[in-house]
């Protein structure tokens, strides 16, 4: 609570504060928030209520110059905009022979495979086919485009940054002049980076991001069992960070990517009481 000093009347009281009002100022002592309230609220979203609609969207809209991502936000009923106040989440569907055109921005976003094969998307000219499970960099302004060479859609999970990019009023975008960016290698930067203690001794990573774009399903579910026979969390219990081969940081500079494999090994902690956290479920059930 404010404490009046009691050296003016109420009237210059008011007075001073129509005039830091004209002046542009506002008093920092007024209106303070001693409590957080978060606007956040929980919500889970059903694979069973989405993917019919993320489906029955590839007769909505097509992926091109006007329309270039169809993608469908999960909106946050707490928030006008985006996922958490830092991470807008979108399903995104990629039909066989379509192509999602090659374009950059500020956001860094990552993407989590979640149905299909037979397509890829190309980050920095390095093709990285993606499965079930994978997942795919696209770090802040790196071209990438995703095309669909298969013959079944494919769904994946987006997470960008863009409502903390947006707010720092950070956010660019640009195009690139063809669909497609050239194709300079096929998983390059697994083959180089993919090994986690070795990496080529000739190259010192200079970039605030993971060198290895893509990170294989198969690689961390066998690293994740490797793990439950030795150790677990007591907040999230099986739990590893995709981590940069480099330094041994996170991969992404605004980003920290958990995989995780609850193991119903009894009751846990559950994640930190101010952690906002995307938990998207893979294989199993669970609550």
């Not at 928030?33 to 609220?41: D, F, G, I, N």
């Not at 993917?51 to 909505?60: A, C, E, F, T």
């Not at 998307?121 to 696209?138: A, F, I, Q, R």
């Not at 993971?210 to 969390?233: G, I, M, N, Q, T």
Request: with cysteine; charged share 25%.
């Amino acid at each position: 609570m404010t404490q009046l000093l009691g050296r003016v009347s109420p009237e210059e009281e008011n007075q001073f504060y129509e005039g830091t009002e004209a002046a542009g100022l506002r008093a920092a002592w007024m209106g303070r928030r001693l409590e957080r309230k978060p606007q956040v609220e929980p919500f889970a979203w059903r694979w069973s209520n989405a993917k019919p609609l993320v489906l029955r969207s590839g007769d909505i809209v097509t992926p091109d110059r006007d329309v270039e991502r169809r993608v469908l936000r999960l909106a946050n009923p707490g928030l006008d905009h985006g996922t958490t106040h830092t991470i807008s989440a979108a399903l995104q569907l990629l039909l066989p022979g379509e192509n999602a055109p090659a374009h950059r921005h500020t956001p860094t976003a990552i993407r989590w495979v979640l149905q299909g094969t037979g397509a890829y998307t190309t980050v920095e000219g390095d093709k990285c086919y993606m499965e079930p499970g994978d997942l795919v960099l696209t770090p802040s302004w790196t071209w990438h485009d995703h095309n669909n060479e298969g013959t079944e859609p494919m769904i994946w999970l987006d997470g960008l940054d863009t409502p903390l990019v947006n707010n720092l009023e950070a956010t660019f975008y640009e195009q690139f002049p063809e669909d497609q960016q050239p194709i300079v290698g096929v998983g390059e930067s697994e083959r180089k980076y993919a090994s986690g203690a070795l990496r080529p001794a000739w190259e010192d990573s200079n970039t605030p991001y993971s060198p290895l774009w893509h990170y294989k399903w198969e690689r961390s579910h066998a690293a994740l069992h490797s793990l439950a026979e030795v150790d677990c969390s007591p907040f999230d219990d099986v739990a590893m960070e995709f981590s940069d081969p480099a330094t041994g940081g996170p991969v992404l500079t605004n980003h920290g990517l958990l995989d995780s494999d609850d193991q119903a090994r009894g009751e846990h902690q559950g994640p930190p009481p101010h952690d906002q956290r995307g938990v998207p479920g893979f294989q199993g059930q669970g609550t």
